[in-house]
C-alpha cells in the first residue's frame, strides 16, 4: 500500500471513530466554560510573535485539483509529481493588528520550473494588504482592500490565532456562538476531548472544533466538513506558557480533495520561537510598498491602479491601458496626476470662486430688498420727511 493510501485510511479511520463517538458518549462541556477560557487567554495575550517552519507536502496534482482552464478543461496536473519544501513563517500580532510573512511555492507550467513568493499579509483594523514579492512575477504585486468584517487569512494561522484570539470574529471569521456542543468525548493525544459543532449549509461546510478542558480548553484538533469525510483538518500540540497557560508547539494540517476525498496536501508546522506580550513595533503594520509595485487598491480612496516610483509617487494606471504590458506601463509616464500644490491651489481657487460667488447673490439680494428712489416701498416704511417730523 503506497504512503498516500496508507494516510487517507488513517484519516477516514479517524473521522469514523469521530463519528461513533458522537453517537455513543455524553459531555458535561459547557459554552460558557469555553468561552470564558478563551476570552480569559485573549485578556492575558496582548500581544504575540510566532515564528516556525512549515514543510508542504503537495502529491501530483494536488493544487491543480478540482480546477478547470478557460476552455472548461480540467489544468494539467500541478505540481506534475509529489513535491515537498519548507517555508519560514513568522506572525506578529498588538490587538486587532496583524502581519504575517510566509513562502508559496507554484509551478510555473509556462517555464517548467517552481517559483517561490515570499508573501506579506497585514490587517490594521480596517483593511488589508496582501503583498507578494518577486518569485511568480518578476514584480512584487500588492492589492489592498476594505476588511471591516477582518482579514482574509490562510488556515495555517489557526492554532495561534485559536489560540489567543479564539472568541474574536474578527480573526476566525466565523461567530464563536454558531457552535453547539455534540456530546462526543474521544481521545487525542491521551486526552479526553470534546466536540464542538456548526451545521454545515449551502454556502458553508460544516466545522468541529475538539477542546481539551484539562488544558484550559484549548483546541487541539479542527475539521473542516463532514465528520465521515473532512475537507480539512488540523491536530495541534500545546506547551505550558506561563503567561496564557498554553501555546502551540505544532501542528499537522491535511487536506483532501472536495471531489474524490483523497489526500492532496499535507503541512506539518514546527514552532521555533514564541513570544507573548512583546513589545511590536507599530511601523511592521504600515502597508509600506516597495518600488515598482503593482499595486490593486480596492479602498476607494485614491487611484485604482498604479505602479509605485522610486521617488514615492505613483503611475497611475489608467482603465484603457489595461492591455498594456507590466514593463510598458512602468517605462513610460501615463498621465500627469495633480501634485499636492496643484491640489492646494484648485482648492483655494475653488473657495475663491465659490466666495465670490456667495457675495454676489447677497449683494442682488440685498439691492432688491432695498427701497429704490421713486420705488414702491413697505406700507409700515417711513419717508425720510416723516422721520424728520
Avoid at 504575517?100 to 490587517?123: H, I, N, Q, S, V
Avoid at 506539518?268 to 503594520?285: D, G, H, L, R
Avoid at 487598491?297 to 514615492?312: F, L, N, Q, S, W
Avoid at 414702491?376 to 419717508?383: K, L, Q
Wanted: charged fraction near 25%; charge should be positive; hydrophobic fraction near 30%.
Amino acid at each position: 500500500m503506497s504512503r498516500r493510501s496508507v494516510a487517507t485510511a488513517g484519516l477516514l479511520t479517524l473521522a469514523t471513530c469521530q463519528s461513533l463517538a458522537a453517537q455513543q458518549a455524553t459531555s458535561s462541556l459547557r459554552m460558557d466554560d469555553v468561552r470564558e477560557a478563551w476570552e480569559q487567554r485573549a485578556a492575558k495575550v496582548r500581544s504575540c510573535a510566532f515564528e516556525w517552519d512549515q514543510e508542504v507536502f503537495t502529491v501530483v496534482g494536488g493544487d491543480s485539483d478540482g480546477r478547470v482552464g478557460r476552455d472548461g478543461k480540467p489544468l494539467p496536473p500541478a505540481p506534475p509529481e509529489d513535491h515537498r519544501y519548507t517555508s519560514p513563517c513568522r506572525l506578529q500580532l498588538d490587538g486587532v493588528k496583524l502581519t504575517f510573512r510566509y513562502t508559496r511555492r507554484f509551478w510555473r507550467a509556462d517555464e517548467r520550473r517552481y517559483g517561490d513568493m515570499p508573501t506579506d499579509l497585514k490587517y490594521e483594523g480596517s483593511k488589508q494588504l496582501f503583498l507578494d514579492h518577486p518569485g511568480y512575477t518578476e514584480w512584487p504585486v500588492a492589492l489592498i482592500r476594505p476588511s471591516g468584517r477582518g482579514p482574509e487569512l490562510p488556515s495555517h494561522l489557526i492554532p495561534v490565532l485559536r489560540a489567543v484570539r479564539g472568541t474574536n470574529p474578527t480573526f476566525n471569521g466565523e461567530d464563536f456562538d454558531e457552535y453547539k456542543v455534540t456530546g462526543a468525548v474521544l481521545p487525542l493525544g491521551g486526552r479526553r476531548c470534546h466536540e464542538l459543532a456548526v451545521r454545515g449549509g449551502p454556502a458553508r461546510p460544516e466545522r468541529h472544533l475538539w477542546i481539551d478542558p484539562s488544558r484550559g480548553h484549548v483546541l487541539v484538533r479542527y475539521v473542516l466538513g463532514p465528520a465521515g469525510k473532512p475537507r480539512h483538518q488540523i491536530d495541534i500540540q500545546y506547551q505550558p506558557d506561563s503567561v496564557a497557560g498554553f501555546v502551540p508547539t505544532g501542528w499537522k494540517e491535511v487536506e483532501t480533495s472536495v471531489d474524490t476525498g483523497r489526500i492532496i496536501c499535507i503541512t506539518t508546522a514546527k514552532v521555533t520561537s514564541n513570544q507573548v506580550n512583546p513589545v511590536v513595533p507599530e511601523e511592521v503594520f504600515r502597508f509600506d510598498l516597495p518600488p515598482e509595485t503593482f499595486v490593486v487598491d480596492e479602498t476607494g480612496t485614491g487611484p485604482a491602479k498604479y505602479i509605485t516610483k522610486p521617488d514615492g509617487g505613483k503611475r497611475v494606471v489608467q482603465p484603457g491601458e489595461m492591455g498594456k504590458s507590466y514593463q510598458e506601463l512602468r517605462d513610460t509616464p501615463g498621465q500627469p496626476q495633480p501634485t499636492l500644490m496643484n491640489y492646494r491651489w484648485w482648492v483655494v481657487g475653488l473657495a475663491g470662486l465659490v466666495g465670490g460667488c456667495l457675495v454676489f447673490a447677497r449683494i442682488r439680494l440685498v439691492r432688491r430688498r432695498t427701497p429704490q428712489p421713486g420705488g414702491p416701498r413697505p406700507d409700515n416704511a417711513s419717508t425720510p420727511k416723516e422721520m424728520d417730523q
